[in-house]
């Protein structure tokens, strides 16, 4: 056949998911088909369009649009289009409908090796047959990969890709199951316990802590998204559960480790509830770390910060009240003033050597107390699981008996918290004593703090020093212009350091003070083997 005569032709191909794309020759594959039919035919195959990861149900492709295009432009040439396989066109009689319309309109004519295209009842009725088998096999396909999801993750799998902060790895008889994937995993535990333990007292801290980190995903404009923040502090996958509300699969155990305990993740989504995530305050930085602790002595409202520019243009830092109705509104103290005023005072807090031993006595008491409470309350733990299965059972008949819609509601609201407390018993009595730290391993970070919280101050990062304003000051601190700070109101701790150091104290027999007279009648003992 002359080229000059020689039918031209097009080729479609499309596969439709990301894998296809990526690690299979679906694409390919077809295309070779195509060329091998058009040989056949004596077509001349003037261009090929692809759409990838295209869902054959989906009309609007970016290939399709190209080639309908290109038909049109060159409509009196009559040119064929070659397809694979009719399920190529389209996944669903409506979108194989549609599509063939189109093709039509464009001056293409449709053509596969696998099936003969023709305007006949007989051949339109295959087609159509055809094209709903191919809709069926996409539906089922979809079914029986969702239905293949939700046993997976039935059985305590994500059956999902990963999240950050997880990776798949392949395990034996397991499949593949999330595992921590560091740094990002340390770097989100440490932040989702922060933000239970009120380290961080806002979402919007978590997400500074997060931005300090390189490894940490960040947008374009290298910064953390606080949606990105919400969406990690209220993912139960990283306290090692799993749950599905659209798949009707309640909370439960997964087969992957979390990166935190349940119960931590409870302290969360409670502090989620009762404090709305607080907007982001860009001059809340390193350059006024005192911003919203220091009140004025005045009308005892915290006092705002900001930069005033001279004549000369240079920036000057300055902490000024802004109250309505303020004798000190909008009179400016300049920054050095005021933190130099709180070095002095922070100074003053640290506590002598002799002290800080006695307090060492004290902690190891009460720890050992607590340890002893610890055993105790574990040993109680299999009596409360029996409890709450029998209370579930009895709210269980209740539902069954019950016929207003608000009654089964609320027994079942009340089932799911129950069963939540389980989850939380469970994860204390599965805690192994021996991975906990000892005393002297734990306390030597407190005091470390103790020790000194001035150098912290001085030295550490800005979250650092946010977080020494929460452990030694309990309220804000009232600077007065002419006098500098007032008494300030310090923690539980550093309060009974201050009242040691001003009294006189001296050691007691362990055995505790003779039996006192109480108010209410009768007599009670003191244990405690240090007084003043």
């Not at 039918?7 to 390919?28: D, F, N, P």
């Not at 703090?449 to 977080?467: Q, V």
């Amino acid at each position: 056949m002359n080229s000059n005569t020689q039918q031209k032709a097009v080729i479609y191909v499309r596969v439709s998911s990301l894998g296809q794309v990526t690690k299979g020759h679906g694409a390919e594959s077809q295309a070779v088909r195509c060329a091998e039919y058009a040989k056949h035919k004596g077509y001349e195959i003037v261009r090929i369009f692809e759409d990838k990861a295209v869902s054959g149900s989906v009309i609007d492709r970016p290939g399709m649009k190209q080639m309908l295009s290109y038909l049109r432009d060159h409509s009196g040439d009559n040119i064929r289009v070659i397809i694979d396989d009719i399920s190529r066109l389209a996944r669903g009689l409506e979108a194989h409908l549609a599509l063939r319309a189109a093709l039509n309109e464009a001056g293409g004519v449709l053509e596969s090796p696998s099936l003969e295209f023709g305007e006949g009842s007989d051949e339109q009725l295959i087609e159509h047959l055809l094209a709903t088998v191919s809709e069926h096999q996409r539906t089922k396909n979809a079914e029986q990969t969702r239905n293949r999801m939700r046993a997976r993750m039935t059985s305590g799998y994500w059956p999902f890709g990963p999240v950050t902060g997880f990776k798949m790895e392949n395990k034996a008889g397991q499949g593949k199951v999330l595992v921590r994937d560091e740094p990002l995993a340390s770097i989100i535990q440490e932040g989702l316990e922060g933000f239970a333990s009120g380290r961080f007292q806002t979402q919007v801290e978590v997400k500074r802590f997060f931005e300090g980190f390189d490894a940490f995903p960040k947008a374009q404009d290298g910064t953390v998204r606080i949606q990105f923040v919400t969406n990690i502090l209220e993912r139960v996958l990283y306290a090692g559960m799993i749950e599905s509300k659209d798949w009707n699969i309640p909370i439960q155990p997964a087969r992957h480790e979390g990166l935190i305990s349940f119960e931590t993740y409870t302290a969360i989504q409670d502090r989620i509830a009762g404090r709305k995530c607080a907007p982001y305050r860009p001059d809340l930085r390193e350059d006024f770390p005192l911003r919203g602790v220091v009140a004025c002595a005045c009308c005892s409202k915290p006092m705002t910060a900001c930069y005033s520019k001279s004549k000369t243009g240079k920036r000057h830092p300055y902490y000024v009240c802004y109250q309505k109705g303020c004798e000190m509104k909008r009179k400016s103290i300049r920054r050095a003033d005021i933190e130099g005023a709180f070095d002095d005072l922070l100074q003053k807090l640290i506590p002598g050597q002799p002290f800080l031993k006695l307090v060492t006595a004290m902690f190891k008491d009460a720890w050992d107390l607590q340890a002893a409470k610890a055993k105790q309350a574990l040993r109680e733990i299999d009596g409360q699981l029996d409890a709450i299965d029998v209370e579930v059972s009895k709210l269980v008949d209740r539902i069954v008996s019950a016929s207003q819609p608000r009654v089964i509601d609320a027994y079942e609201q009340k089932i799911e918290k129950l069963e939540r407390d389980k989850l939380i018993l469970r994860e204390k009595a599965a805690s192994q004593p021996s991975k906990r730290r000892s005393f002297d391993e734990t306390f030597e970070l407190c005091l470390k703090f103790l020790t000194n919280p001035y150098k912290i101050w001085r030295n550490g990062p800005f979250e650092a020093k946010r977080m020494v304003l929460r452990m030694v000051f309990s309220k804000p601190i009232a600077y007065c212009r002419e006098n500098g700070f007032r008494t300030p109101e310090t923690t539980s701790v550093f309060g009974v350091l201050q009242r040691l150091q001003h009294e006189t104290c001296k050691m007691v027999h362990p055995r505790g003070f003779e039996p006192l007279t109480s108010a209410f009648g009768g007599q009670r003992s003191i244990q405690l083997s240090y007084g003043c």
